[in-house]
């Protein structure tokens, strides 16, 4: 099963409102990683945040995290047309070695004028 | 600077040929990484290359698929005895190096892949 697993699959908005999208993993991690893809390529890297920390904003995206719930939320404010994409989580596994990152099934935001 | 290019952008195959996708990483990046995505699924890891250590390939689903690097740079992907189920976007990504688990991976366009 995905390590790291996304809520909603799909979200629907209008331009202006917040959209959030959740994630869920199952095993110890040492940072989440959130990423966008936009039609089915290559995927940007958004915002990292560190197991210590609990909340991270980087323009108007809002990451939190809780390790006691094994979840954390991306919360995209006065989304805009063009946040329409694909959203994934990725959990690092610091008992295994190198950086492989483990890619949850993603939430499809559209943002609608 | 570049970014990673992949190449071919897409592919069409008939089952059972064989197949070599393509993979430039970043210039100065030692990590580099091989991914597949299913239609509407998230990303599989396939197999990791970290400068000279012995490569993870622990994400591989048959021995079907093998991958190499070149020193530092380039890398190849080949799935032998193609089959329908390959079908999907394999994604190469690189990474410099640096406190584990915090470097942010920088992903390719990808190769579409269809196997007819």
């Known amino acids: 099963s995905q390590q790291g697993e996304e809520d909603p699959q799909a979200l629907s908005i209008q331009e202006g409102e917040n959209a959030t999208m959740n994630c869920s993993y199952k095993?110890?991690?040492?940072?989440l990683q959130w990423y966008r893809q936009n039609s089915g390529r290559g995927l940007v890297h958004l915002i990292l945040?560190?197991?210590?920390?609990r909340e991270k904003h980087s323009g108007r995206l809002r990451v939190t995290l809780d390790t006691s719930k094994k979840s954390s939320s991306l919360l995209i404010t006065a989304s805009r047309a063009a946040d329409t994409a694909s959203y994934f989580c990725?959990?690092?596994?610091?008992?295994?070695?190198?950086?492989?990152?483990?890619f949850g099934t993603g939430t499809q935001l559209k943002v609608e004028l | 600077g570049a970014g990673v290019s992949q190449s071919p952008s897409n592919k069409v195959t008939e089952k059972g040929k064989d197949v070599e996708l393509r993979c430039d990483p970043i210039?100065?990046?030692?990590?580099l990484y091989w991914y597949r995505q299913r239609l509407g699924q998230g990303l599989e890891f396939l197999i990791y290359?970290?400068?000279?250590?012995?490569?993870?390939k622990s994400g591989l689903p048959s021995d079907r698929f093998s991958a190499e690097r070149t020193g530092e740079s380039v890398s190849t992907l080949t799935i032998q005895r193609t089959q329908q189920e390959d079908s999907a976007v394999y994604l190469c990504?690189?990474?410099?190096?640096?406190?584990?688990?915090?470097?942010?991976?920088?992903f390719g366009p990808g190769t579409r892949l269809l196997v007819l």
């Open positions: 990725a959990t690092d596994d610091p008992t295994g070695g190198g950086n492989k990152l483990t």
């Open positions: 990504a690189s990474s410099s190096v640096g406190r584990r688990g915090r470097e942010t991976q920088y």
């Open positions: 945040i560190r197991s210590n920390e």
């Open positions: 210039s100065g990046h030692t990590a």
């Open positions: 095993t110890s991690i040492n940072n």
């Open positions: 290359f970290q400068g000279n250590s012995a490569p993870d």
